[in-house]
């Protein structure tokens, strides 16, 4: 990864850049910066900027911030590839979006993008519970081999490319339910997800 030369047109001003990040809990970061080259690591090329989002409110503003300033979009999920070219594009990491929920009554698991199955695991077998899990735990629950246990997702929250974010179920939306749950986590013609709902078993 290099540093941007002077005179660098990101496209974009340092105000904002500001903006973004004044609206944002998670980090955004500039390249050519050390924080930006960590964030990245996984990387190929070199992003314009980075969001490091920690909750669905930060990709958003990440979506929105990318589809206002014409910058490619690209997602970093833990485990997982980034799609395209991450050159003078915006890196959304979902690292920070690690929480998981557990419903114990209604045996279903909540998680954030940035969950790996191995905490998945862990959390619902605290409850007795136990989900249908893919034969790599260090990998995050949102990626584009989950179409094979599409039927035991109950709920997709995602952020659509004009930056709304909604939640889709097998009855709202068939087909683009179906689309999601193949997806690549960083389709950015379908959206990001940020959220899913499954079902757990005993």
């Known amino acids: 990864m290099h540093h941007r030369i002077p ?55 990440a979506v929105r911030f990318a589809a206002d300033f014409g910058l490619p979009l690209i997602v970093l999920s833990p485990g997982h590839e980034p799609s395209g070219s991450e050159d003078g594009g915006l890196l959304l990491t979902t690292s920070r979006m690690n929480r998981v929920y557990i419903d114990r009554r209604n045996r279903t698991a909540i998680a954030e993008a940035g969950a790996l ?13 136990a989900p249908l899990v893919p034969p790599y735990g260090d990998m995050s629950v949102v990626g584009p081999d989950y179409g094979w246990a599409a039927g035991h997702v109950e709920a997709i929250e995602y952020v659509t490319p004009d930056a709304q974010l909604r939640r889709v179920t097998p009855v709202s939306d068939r087909r683009l339910f179906a689309q999601l749950c193949g997806s690549d986590p960083a389709e950015p013609c379908i959206g990001v997800i940020t959220e899913m709902t499954f079902v757990l078993f005993r």
């Open 117 to 129: 199955w191995s905490d998945v695991v862990r959390r619902a077998a605290e409850a007795g519970l």
């Open 7 to 61: 005179g660098w047109d990101p496209g974009f001003t340092p105000q904002d850049f500001v903006a973004l990040a004044g609206v944002t809990t998670g980090p955004v970061l500039l390249a050519g910066s050390p924080e930006l080259c960590a964030e990245a690591s996984a990387c190929k090329g070199e992003p314009a900027i980075a969001v490091g989002a920690a909750d669905a409110t930060d990709v958003t503003a």
